[in-house]
């Protein structure tokens, strides 16, 4: 199973701009779709994004279309979500994830949980003024 690791995370005031980094050791990340989720205190994990292990293919959960970008970075190793215009409900630990049970095709972001998958530790966004 590949190790991932999450950064970027941190205090942003609300319009404000982060950009998290999903940083894999051990294995490249090109052979894997990739999601980002987040989980606030009393709420279920929420899927935010999802990347095709070609990168052709990216989804989002309404809330963040056209304000956060996910991608690939050039070194296979890593997956980026950029987050513009952030809102305090934007608020959340962030995660990235990788699964067989992850799907990423057109129009569908879809998650089961096996016990191949692999998750980071996360890191915490918090968007306060």
């Known amino acids: 199973q590949v190790q991932l690791v999450e950064s970027g995370g941190g205090l942003v005031q609300p319009g404000g701009s982060l950009r998290l980094s999903c940083i894999a050791s051990?294995?490249?990340?090109?052979?894997?779709?990739v999601g980002w989720f987040r989980r606030t205190p009393g709420k279920e994990r929420e899927g935010v994004s999802c990347?095709?292990?070609?990168?052709?293919?990216?989804n989002y959960v309404d809330s963040v279309k056209g304000r956060f970008t996910i991608t690939r970075g050039s070194d296979k190793k890593a997956v980026y979500l950029n987050m513009n215009n952030l809102k305090p409900e934007d608020t959340a630990v962030y995660f990235c994830?990788?699964?067989?049970?992850?799907?990423?095709?057109?129009?569908?972001?879809?998650?089961?949980?096996?016990?191949?998958?692999?998750w980071g530790q996360g890191t915490q966004v918090t968007v306060a003024s």
């Open positions: 051990s294995a490249t990340l090109d052979s894997y779709a």
């Open positions: 990347i095709s292990a070609s990168a052709t293919t990216t």
């Open positions: 994830a990788t699964d067989p049970g992850l799907m990423c095709t057109a129009g569908n972001f879809h998650y089961s949980r096996t016990s191949f998958g692999s």
